[in-house]
């Protein structure tokens, strides 16, 4: 059962961070293009700046972070103070390991919840962007996604977590996880 619920976060985490990382390239292709043809606009080459660009720039790059946070939480990539740790015993280590897990779980839970309300909030006004005219929940929603993704992960890294807390080692580790 442990090994299924692995293979599916490891999957999950993988995949959203292949497509947040397509998501980057995107913007980061798009903004080429719109500096490339607002300077070549005085030579009267090429297409000209991308209207809207800082819109689908903001809408993108938000999507992607939130897409690359399962696959921090899942290789415990996120910042840590590991100062003391090689001092604290194995236990302590563990115990360390449950509450983080739990807090980051508790973090991620509240960050869904709250895109999820403000997404149903911009949706209900239809409030868009200001140059393209896109609706603004579409951010929202585009985070959400990662967002959801992010709590997953962080309750398979609890259980994770807690099995070490019992004494078991985890069976990730000797796959390379």
């Given at each position: 059962?442990?090994?299924?619920?692995?293979?599916?976060?490891?999957?999950?985490?993988?995949?959203?961070?292949?497509?947040?990382?397509?998501?980057?390239?995107?913007?980061?292709?798009?903004?080429?293009?719109?500096?490339?043809?607002?300077?070549?606009?005085?030579?009267?080459?090429?297409?000209?700046?991308?209207?809207?660009?800082?819109?689908?720039?903001?809408?993108g790059v938000g999507a992607a972070i939130f897409g690359f946070l399962p696959w921090c939480q899942l290789q415990r990539s996120h910042?840590?103070?590991?100062?003391?740790?090689?001092?604290?015993?194995?236990?302590?280590?563990?115990?360390?390991?449950?509450?983080?897990?739990?807090?980051?779980?508790?973090?991620?839970?509240?960050?869904?919840?709250?895109?999820?309300?403000?997404?149903?909030?911009?949706?209900?006004?239809?409030?868009?962007?200001?140059?393209?005219?896109?609706?603004?929940?579409?951010?929202?929603?585009?985070?959400?996604?990662?967002?959801?993704?992010?709590?997953?992960?962080?309750?398979?890294?609890?259980?994770?977590?807690?099995?070490?807390?019992?004494?078991?080692?985890?069976?990730?580790?000797?796959?390379?996880?």
């Amino acid at each position: 059962m442990y090994m299924t619920a692995y293979r599916i976060a490891d999957a999950l985490a993988r995949w959203m961070a292949v497509l947040a990382g397509l998501v980057l390239l995107v913007v980061v292709g798009l903004t080429c293009v719109s500096i490339a043809g607002r300077a070549l606009l005085p030579l009267n080459i090429g297409v000209g700046p991308i209207k809207g660009i800082y819109d689908l720039t903001e809408i993108g790059v938000g999507a992607a972070i939130f897409g690359f946070l399962p696959w921090c939480q899942l290789q415990r990539s996120h910042a840590a103070v590991d100062l003391f740790k090689p001092a604290y015993g194995t236990t302590l280590n563990r115990v360390l390991d449950v509450i983080v897990d739990l807090g980051m779980l508790a973090v991620a839970v509240l960050i869904a919840w709250r895109l999820y309300l403000g997404m149903a909030d911009k949706m209900r006004y239809g409030e868009t962007t200001f140059i393209m005219q896109l609706p603004v929940w579409w951010g929202y929603a585009a985070s959400l996604v990662g967002a959801l993704g992010f709590a997953l992960v962080a309750l398979f890294c609890l259980t994770r977590s807690l099995r070490g807390l019992t004494g078991r080692d985890d069976p990730t580790e000797e796959l390379g996880a």
